[in-house]
């Protein structure tokens, strides 16, 4: 089993407050992302690291935004909520290098919603 | 853009059968494709990855093929059981490690 962490795994929040939603690996991958996926629909990447003091964003727009201080920490962060900003987001790692190309370990997800 | 295909309906199958997915990309050509499973809830486990120059590639009852010129790969499940129920993802590996995912199949397994 994977060692990614998200907490919290569930979160009801009014329109307007900030939130972070924290993510933390123990297996010292130098690669972290953020996706966001709507039931039945495909992941979308909205940030990526590719390590201490690395962000990009992905595909996705997004308003959050992201920050990579330590290796094993990769927090989202939500100024403002909104009740667009509902969904569940997917924090994952990988291995810098080719040898794995790619395969990515996921943590379980945080339901956000927005009232 | 690239974009995957993947069956959007669901797939019901009898125990004991073999459960084929279907993943099918255009606008790009990948060296490697993985595939992923998600349960409800949860976020996704990877299972297989196979690259551009290997045509199957299989671990213990899953059996993956990737063919560049039709650009598909298929993904089976051989004699397939009741936990094998999930949604089967498909994944294209670009620009390092940034994955381009498919929406999903979902596989339920009927004892």
């Known amino acids: 089993e994977a060692d990614i962490y998200q907490t919290p795994r569930y979160l009801v929040i009014g329109t307007g407050k900030k939130i972070t939603l924290e993510c933390s690996q123990t297996?010292?991958?130098?690669?972290m992302y953020w996706y966001q996926q709507d039931p039945g629909m495909e992941l979308h990447l909205i940030h990526y690291s590719y390590g201490v003091n690395s962000t990009e964003k992905g595909d996705l727009s997004s308003e959050s935004t992201v920050s990579r201080i330590r290796t094993e920490h990769f927090p989202l962060t939500l100024e403002s909520a909104r009740p667009s900003h509902t969904s569940q987001y997917l924090c994952a790692s990988s291995e810098l290098g080719d040898l794995k190309a790619g395969e990515q370990y996921f943590g379980p997800g945080t339901r956000l919603t927005v009232t | 853009s690239q974009k995957i295909e993947q069956n959007s309906e669901a797939l019901n199958i009898q125990e004991g059968k073999t459960a084929t997915l279907t993943c099918n990309y255009t606008n790009y050509s990948p060296a490697y494709l993985q595939w992923y499973r998600q349960d409800p809830g949860r976020g996704p486990v990877f299972l297989l990855l196979?690259?551009?120059?290997?045509k199957e590639k299989r671990k213990e009852r899953l059996k993956v093929t990737f063919d560049t010129t039709l650009k598909q790969s298929l993904f089976h499940i051989t004699a397939s059981q009741p936990a094998d129920s999930a949604t089967y993802l498909c994944?294209?590996?670009?620009?390092?490690?940034?994955?381009?995912f498919g929406a999903g199949t979902i596989l339920r397994v009927k004892s």
């Open positions: 297996m010292g991958h130098d690669k």
């Open positions: 994944a294209l590996v670009r620009d390092g490690n940034k994955l381009v």
């Open positions: 196979i690259r551009e120059n290997e």
